[in-house]
């Protein structure tokens, strides 16, 4: 098992492009966590997602940002007309059911120029 | 709303030193707390958590809820201990992780 993994490991995009970014979780984990980490902060929550579905979207910003988890394939962040302060590491984590350990990737450098 | 407060951006000490890194949270119900441990270029991974009361790679850290703390100790450090240490809760049956802004971990030989 090797892992979850998130590709690409860096990402550079001018302002106003689109980010998308990809997360494979741990074979057999439905559950699916993207956090975001800006400079000198610690990892914030974004978004929660199970097999085809939102669970919790209360750390996505309103605009630009949106995430999905299809029945096939990673889980995609997509970030729309980036702006500088879209620049951070973006972790994304899994775990196989609620209360057991979740598992990170390596995380997404973006930096926006 | 709940938080995680990691007063110290950096903690440094000598090979053998005593190591406590604190942890202080706020959480109107009865939280899960944990520690996760970043090594240098690899991934966040889980050290402890308090409902498991166990000793990983020497580290232990008790939940002391009348101080709602979480502070991370060993008693000799081992300069394979320098990481990045991050502090972290979880309502209990929800499972999103609240962070603090971690700690850096440098020991000296």
């Known amino acids: 098992n090797a892992g979850v993994m998130q590709n690409p490991r860096h990402l550079v995009r001018r302002r106003g492009q689109e980010a998308r970014l990809r997360c494979s979780p741990m074979?057999?984990?439905?559950?699916v966590y993207w956090y975001r980490q800006l400079p000198e902060e610690g990892l914030k929550f974004m978004v929660y997602l199970q097999k085809e579905n939102i669970i919790d979207e209360s750390g996505m910003p309103k605009e630009r940002f949106s995430a999905e988890f299809p029945k096939e394939g990673p889980s995609i962040l997509r970030i729309q007309q980036v702006v500088r302060g879209d620049s951070a590491a973006y972790f994304c984590a899994s775990r196989d059911r609620p209360n057991t350990e979740a598992f990170f990737g390596q995380g997404t450098r973006l930096t926006v120029v | 709303a709940q938080r995680v407060t990691q007063p110290e951006k950096l903690l440094s000490v000598f090979k053998g030193a005593p190591v406590e890194l604190k942890c202080n949270y706020s959480y109107s119900g009865s939280p899960e707390l944990f520690w996760y441990v970043q090594y240098s270029r690899q991934r966040l991974q889980l050290l402890l958590r308090?409902?498991s009361r166990e000793s990983i790679k020497g580290f232990t850290a008790d939940l002391n809820k009348g101080e709602t703390s979480f502070h991370l100790k060993k008693p000799f450090a081992q300069e394979e201990d320098s990481a990045m240490y991050y502090c972290?809760?979880?309502?209990?049956?929800?499972?999103?992780?609240?962070f603090g802004k971690g700690t850096m971990l440098l020991v000296s030989p």
């Open positions: 972290a809760l979880s309502d209990s049956g929800y499972s999103t992780l609240t």
């Open positions: 074979k057999g984990h439905s559950h």
């Open positions: 308090h409902i």
